[in-house]
């Protein structure tokens, strides 16, 4: 058993950063550039010649998330997904399985609101890759959907939502996104729900795979031990054979929050789940720096972060106190999150909201700013340190369709922010709109309305 | 690993057990010639190892300072201790403010953190490879100079409490795996979870953390790794310039603590609020000790493999997909351990089916292996995802660092993993029959079953009285 302190850095933060950071280091230090182009179903392909280890990376990615779900069959995106591995192009999962393991390669998938894709690491020696892209090829762009596989994997997916339903982490986010959320499908958990899931058939998977799964929609990424010219042979192979498809899906605008709401659930753990936050940013939104910075100082930069300072450090009140961007296609959501004695939940929530509201209310001093701004572009080289690494950040560029020169001019973004910047950027965090769940004690009275700033306490 | 200027296909970066890797596989790569660059350890005069790697794919370093301190070393009523000395690591030392350290770290836009397990406590940072001297005199000022406060001691064991709500308390299966290791250790120190109890938690003393880095925060049970972008010798400098000062001094006698032999059946029922049952099965199985003769722990880690590696290992195709007994199934297994092993398997039933019939499946299944054996392509495969696996590894800095510095920690030098690919290789489908026949049984096991408590049912469980108003 490993005991940790836990990153304080969120992954999906950390994944928006790498992007970034690679521009940032490749202008810096004349390395190799991400090479991009497209096939001619549409696909966009992203590669990163890296040669220091004999290892292929490679990911195809759709705009093919839980927000294209029909509100009924919530489920349906991550069952596409996930079901593609078991038997594709002709053969049985176990053949498929079979195959990869006898090479050593590794299928991985990945679903969340906006993206589902498929992921494979293999040696990139030429024997080996073959056999693993082949097998990787059927699952990206020929799935069977065997009803026996369905039928079995619907079943276990009810039983494993029924069980992290017991969950009071995983009570207090579905009850976050649904009050920050409403109708828009970004509320809905990107694994879904028992009932949408207990309702797909083929029929529903096999449309949603040919509405969404289109070369448009899709991003190849290279990351590893081969040429530009393999690279145009492997992405051909992997995606080439995929229907140009028409429109690249968007998930519909967020609409605002009309007002504040709290939520208060029961629940039996001895920790009270806390989180705060509202629907915020998207990755091409201009304010987009501004947050990012702001946010390192507010509860996003580590154990030097208010947050973490005043509610671990200062007071003992939790073990993992944070807070996070989710910069999506849409706005993503902006939440603090820590977990609490339930005896001392309105004290910790009391805290909290102090420090965030004294930081929308007045933002970051310069001194904190200059210390965030100095982490993220020192940092830089190590959010690039492995192929996977760089595998997510050319991902994600390819997903944002991010423009080149936005890359570019990253690093200087980021050290243009200044404290009005943030101040202005955080003033879309009403706390007149703000979002409050609170999971497990629940017997106490909700906690007062948001005081103006000056009559909170002083906690700095 | 993006720097052009990187020659192409620069083996030379590359240890003699990636050519090893790729030989066994069946490829090529072995023509493009193997000089590697080996991994070097010197040892200070007072006793500190230090061990470096060079890793040229990125300007960055991972730093490891690894004590050989866990929770094996900890004594009744004192369980915790280890896990709660590391937090006051951060808070304080006669030349650094409380939290000084992270602040510093993250001035240079590093990531600092640290974890401590059964056998070690380990510090880690990453950075650039140009700022590793601060780090060595961060971490150098911390090993001899940490002050332990009495307020910020009260308010981090408050943290830790937090910690353990969070990890263990709330989480039934995490609490399920406390209760096995509870169960299957009687004697052996292992039978306490790193984090310690909640009693012991509540009356640990800031004397108890203080005696407790006296006792083990010395350079001589110590090992610093260090892989990235370094050269071994100014590495060697650097550390002797500032840890060479803190003087060595004398450990506590270890007692060796053997484990009994279990004789029959261990069983434990934990309640915890959850939708579904879940089962574990321990048992009783070497660990690496003679990193040359011993050939079990290979044997045992492809059978983890055979088990598990993948969809059509063992345990997800008979007992998730044919028979469907089981919603999920997994096995593990760690060779490097101070004390004593254990395999475990982990289950799910699926809806319907009972924890019973899942421990009679699994049975079933380890019975058949053990008298039938696996079939050839069964350990090829196997043994081709470990070899796969390992190379894997080599594109994060951390993780080597971590696996070099875990071997350090039970007495294996980094040259162990220089014969990983050919003692998994070596390894025959009679020895892992072998294995599976000798440890697998009835006699060595311990079984641990979750039992569902059904949220109607289910008490509001609260915390003590005594904590509930510490502060």
Known sequence: MWTDRPGVVPLLLRRMLLPLAFAAQAQAAGMAQVQTWTLDNGARVMFVESRALPILDVAVEFRAGSAFDPAERAGLAAMTQHLSRFGAGGLGEEDIARRLGEVGAQLSGRIDVDRAGFTLRTLATRPERTQALDMFARVVQQPDFPLPALERERTRIVTNLREEATRPAIVASRQFFAAAYGSHPYALRPLGDADGVRALTRDTIVDFRRRFYTGVSAVVSIVGDVSRAEAGEIARQVAGALPAGSVRPVPPAVPSLPAAQVRRVPHPSLQSHILLGMPAVSLSDPDYFALLVGNHVLGGGGFASRLTVEVRERRGFAYSVFSSLQPWLERGPFQVSLQTRRDQTDEALAVARSVLFEFLAKGPTEAELASARRNLVNGFPLRIDTNRELLDLVATIGFHDLPADWLAQWPKRVERVGREDVLRAFQRLDPQRLVTVVVGAADEPPPAPPLPHQQQPRLR | MLRVSIPLRSRALLTGRLSMAALLLGTALLASGSTARPTVERVLDNGLKVVVREDRRAPVVASMLWYRAGSIDEVNGLTGLAHVTEHMMFRGTRRLADGEFSRRVAQLGGRDNAFTGRDYTAYHQQLAARDLATVFELEAERMASLVMQPEVFAREMQVVMEERRWRTDDRPRAALFEQLYATAFTAHPYRTPVIGWMNDLENLTIEDA?????????????????????????????AARHFGRVPARTLPRRAPQVEPEQRGTRRVAFQGAAQGPFLMLGFHVPVLRDAERDWEPYALEVLEAVLDASEVARLPRVLVRESRVAGSADASYEKFQRGPGLFVISAAPSEGRSVGELEAAIRAEIGRLAREGIAADELARAQTQLVAQHLFQQDSMFTQASRIGHAEMVGHSARVFDRFVARTRAVTAEQVREVARRY??????????????????????????????VD
Request: avoid cysteine.
């Open chain 2, 210 to 238: 203080r005696e407790f880095y006296r006792r083990w925060y010395a350079p001589n049970n110590a090992v610093l790794v260090v892989v990235g972008d370094v050269e071994p010798e100014q590495v060697f400098r650097l």
């Open chain 2, 440 to 469: 697998l049984v009835d006699d060595r096991m311990t079984v641990a079953v979750l039992e569902p408590t059904a949220p109607g049912q289910r008490k509001p469980s609260l915390p003590p009285r005594d904590t509930r108003h």
